[in-house]
């Protein structure tokens, strides 16, 4: 709020242009507007009782000071109220509807895995038969071999 009142003109001081700049800054909520209040008074306040200020700049401190809860209830500074109320729903609905679709696709991705990890454990388990399946014994070292290389089993012929 110091920032608005050092950077703009004391004539051009208004509740709502202090308002704005606060929602511009991002610092400024319905359920923070009281204290906000609270706040702003407590600067004003300040800049009425400091010496080394522009008259022009305590004047119009002590002017907004004066009327504050009154200038706080136009219906200006009311609508700026019910549009940041409104903004803010809107924003948690977004939030609300963004995060149920996270929710679903991450439902709908956890199924996809499982299906995956299911196949994948499927033919593993068809692999793992295949490789203890017992090997046919011949007389001869060579079909040994053979048979181990069909099934994929070269590792064990040495």
Same mark, same amino acid.
């Given at each position: ?45 300040? +800049? =009425?009782?400091?010496?080394? $200020?522009?008259?022009? *700049?305590?004047?119009? %401190? @002590? ?22 109320? +409104? =903004?803010?729903?809107?924003? $948690?609905?977004?939030? *609300?509807?963004?995060? %149920? @679709? ?57």
């Amino acid at each position: 709020m110091t920032e608005y009142l050092d950077k703009t003109k004391s004539k051009d001081w208004t509740i709502l242009g202090i308002l704005k700049f606060a929602r511009s800054k991002s610092s400024l909520s319905v359920a923070t507007i009281n204290d906000f209040k609270e706040e702003l008074y407590a600067i004003l306040q300040s +800049y =009425h009782d400091k010496c080394n $200020i522009h008259i022009n *700049s305590k004047n119009k %401190a @002590t002017k907004i000071l004066s009327n504050f809860n009154s200038l706080f209830s136009t219906a200006e500074v009311r609508q700026f109220i019910k549009d940041l109320e +409104y =903004h803010e729903e809107a924003r $948690i609905n977004v939030t *609300s509807t963004y995060t %149920a @679709t996270v929710l679903r696709d991450q439902q709908e991705n956890q199924i996809l895995i499982d299906q995956l990890r299911e196949t994948f454990n499927s033919e593993k388990g068809k692999e793992r038969e295949k490789s203890i399946r017992p090997l046919d014994v011949e007389d001869d070292d060579h079909s040994y071999k053979r048979q181990c290389k069909d099934e994929g089993l070269s590792d064990l012929i040495e």
